[in-house]
């Protein structure tokens, strides 16, 4: 099992950045692909980022441009940097491994 610990969630003002940090328990981590995922409030969880061992990435059309998803495995753990920030972004985000889920981070954009 790889438990993960994520961080880096908070209040942000529009236009505003953020940076969200996914530590894995294990090196396991290394070996497998990871997602960071979105529940915005009464909706369900979408997939927004997804980085291969290689590094390569793919991104929903809603986050493209603004979002970053990048991976250091000699530290096993995963950043999804935030940038150009919209009210609309505001959701709980979760990083995945192989179905082993964060405990998600609250991430709201508002003036």
């Known amino acids: 099992q790889v438990q993960l610990v994520e961080s880096g969630g908070g209040l942000v003002q529009p236009g505003g950045s953020l940076r969200l940090a996914c530590a894995a328990s294990?090196?396991?981590?290394?070996?497998?692909?990871m997602g960071w995922y979105r529940q915005l409030p009464g909706k369900q969880r979408e997939l927004i980022a997804r980085?291969?061992?290689?590094?390569?990435?793919n991104y929903a059309d809603s986050v493209k441009g603004r979002f970053t998803i990048s991976r250091d495995n000699a530290k096993n753990t995963a950043y999804l940097q935030m940038n150009s920030l919209k009210p609309e972004d505001t959701a709980v985000y979760y990083c995945?491994?192989?179905?082993?889920w964060g405990q998600g981070t609250q991430v709201t954009v508002s003036s």
């Open positions: 995945d491994v192989i179905d082993n």
């Open positions: 294990t090196t396991i981590f290394s070996i497998h692909p």
């Open positions: 980085i291969t061992l290689g590094g390569s990435t």
